[in-house]
């Protein structure tokens, strides 16, 4: 079974704080994991994948298979980053996504 | 980048009768989309993967017979929910999977918001 925890379902920081969003898995094979982001008022879209190892709108999230962990980072947070986040996990080959409860996270200005 | 479509984006019927959501993926083919729920303030539950020319694979929990799923092209998922009652109302929102060049990408539509009444 697949499972992703997200703990906080609220993150209020000040603007230029750093931001960290927690995600935990369970799975028992090798995951593909991924933020997904969503804008008020818009559809969910993709922020960043584990695999591709990149930064998107200053975001990073490392993979640590020891803590079965893929925390959301950024160092200085910005008003407009303000949006529920969702964890997610799918197996090898991309089959069925499984997200977790997501966090809001709020930019206080 | 790709973009997934749903219609209607919010529809309203009464107990007892039956409304059809679409999905498409109108710049790219996809042979499996997935349909989720979406309850207020909560996450999204995946419902069923629908492949293209196949039968819809169920999540556990979710009736077969009353959430029926076609996908008849590789641009359009449909998702019927039969004998609609209150406890149905709920945000449907559908996603679609492109294949690039031995990844994959997922694209979310907007979302259907049904009331039952």
């Known amino acids: 079974a697949q499972r992703v925890t997200q703990p906080e379902k609220l993150l209020s920081v000040f603007k230029g704080a750093p931001v960290e969003l927690k995600c935990n898995y369970s799975?028992?094979?090798?995951?593909?994991l991924f933020w997904y982001v969503q804008y008020s008022r818009q559809r969910l879209q993709l922020l960043l994948r584990?695999?591709s190892r990149e930064s998107i709108k200053g975001f990073t999230a490392d993979l640590n298979k020891g803590e079965t962990s893929f925390h959301l980072k950024k160092p200085f947070a910005q008003e407009e980053d303000s949006a529920m986040y969702y964890c997610?996990?799918?197996?090898?080959?991309?089959?069925?996504?499984?997200f977790g409860t997501g966090t809001k996270l709020q930019v206080i200005p | 980048g790709a973009v997934v479509s749903q219609h209607p984006s919010w529809v309203i019927c009464k107990s007892g009768t039956s409304v059809k959501i679409e999905c498409r993926s109108l710049?790219?083919?996809?042979?499996?989309m997935f349909w989720y729920r979406q309850f207020p303030k909560q996450s999204l539950m995946l419902m069923a993967t629908?492949?293209?020319?196949?039968?819809?694979?169920?999540e556990q929990g979710v009736e077969k017979d009353k959430f029926l799923i076609n996908h008849a092209s590789l641009t359009l998922s449909t998702l019927t929910v039969t004998s609609a009652h209150p406890e149905d109302s709920s945000f449907y929102i559908c996603?679609?999977?492109?294949?690039?060049?031995?990844?994959?990408?997922?694209?979310f539509g907007p979302g259907t918001r049904l009331t039952v009444t």
């Open positions: 996603s679609a999977r492109e294949s690039r060049g031995g990844s994959y990408e997922q694209y």
């Open positions: 799975y028992s094979g090798s995951p593909e």
């Open positions: 584990h695999i």
């Open positions: 997610a996990l799918s197996g090898r080959g991309y089959q069925k996504v499984t």
């Open positions: 710049d790219f083919q996809a042979t499996t």
């Open positions: 629908s492949n293209e020319g196949s039968k819809a694979t169920y």
